[in-house]
């Protein structure tokens, strides 16, 4: 089955970067949609960027301008690049695919 892996995180200052992966043990990122999303503590988890097998790419009203999503030629790996982070960028991160979910990996955004 196959499995993703999310790394990246990290503890940031406001207006820092942080680049997360998304790794897959298939090269399903050329053939399926992905997704990220975060949650927030206390808060449900939110779609924050989307990307198709066609490479078109969606973001939350709340990233745009900020964070870019982007896959490897060889389809096994998405990262997300967030810049100018904010403390509402808190949360854990999770990619998706194919309904299978990664284990999540912290930002925490410090002001």
């Known amino acids: 089955q196959v499995q993703l892996v999310e790394s990246g995180g990290g503890l940031v200052q406001a207006g820092g970067s942080l680049r997360l992966s998304c790794d897959s043990s298939?090269?399903?990122?050329?053939?399926?949609?992905m997704a990220w999303f975060r949650q927030g503590p206390g808060e449900q988890r939110e779609l924050v960027a989307s990307?198709?097998?066609?490479?078109?790419?969606n973001y939350a009203d709340s990233v745009k301008g900020r964070f870019a999503v982007a896959r490897t030629p060889n389809g096994y790996t998405v990262f997300l690049f967030m810049n100018n982070l904010k403390p509402e960028d808190t949360g854990v991160y999770f990619c998706?695919?194919?309904?299978?979910w990664g284990q999540g990996t912290q930002v925490t955004v410090s002001s």
């Open positions: 998706t695919a194919r309904e299978l």
């Open positions: 298939e090269n399903i990122f050329r053939r399926d949609d």
């Open positions: 990307l198709t097998s066609g490479n078109r790419k």
